[in-house]
């Protein structure tokens, strides 16, 4: 599956590896210890960036005023 940002496709493809291997062989083992916290990092910040540029921010800033919803974004 694609990301919101082209750019992010690889990032997302990573990270997504990373945590489908901690939690097949990990998670579910019982070792519950976050890994890939800096690739989802890295794939969070470029999905911001690519929200903004795209200008979704703004809409999600509507919805919220709406729904009274709040992100961290």
């Known amino acids: 599956m694609e990301s919101i940002g082209k750019n992010c496709t690889p990032l997302k493809h990573e990270y997504d590896a990373c945590f489908n291997k901690w939690y097949t062989e990990k998670f579910l083992k019982g070792e519950t210890t976050p890994e890939c916290t800096e690739l989802f990092e890295k794939y969070r910040q470029c999905v911001v960036a690519a929200i ?22």
Not at 62 to 70: D, L, R
């Open 52 to 73: 903004k540029e795209q200008k979704v921010d703004k809409m999600l800033s509507e919805a919220q005023k709406e729904t009274k919803f709040q992100s961290k974004i």
